[in-house]
């Protein structure tokens, strides 16, 4: 006789549900691997030398001058 549980017992099914559970967490370990790096789906432009000039800027890595001497070697 099979049992109650289809003959795999009450074990056999949390095995099965178990595994699942692994496959899913696993495929979503995947999908956030990749996107993490490759920086999103769409992608991001890569930073201009005057956009970054200017957050250094303004964080305060240089002064005023060294600012206006970058901008005009970039120019």
Known sequence: MM???GGYGLLGGLGMGFGMIVWVLLIAL?????VRGLGGFGGTEP???LE???????RGEISQAEFEQAR????
Do not use: Q
């Not at 970054?52 to 303004?58: F, I, S, T």
């Open 72 to 75: 005009r070697d970039l120019s």
């Open 47 to 49: 930073e201009s030398p």
């Open 52 to 58: 970054l000039l200017k957050r250094r800027y303004a």
């Open 3 to 5: 049992g109650f549980y």
């Open 30 to 34: 995947v999908v956030w691997v990749l």
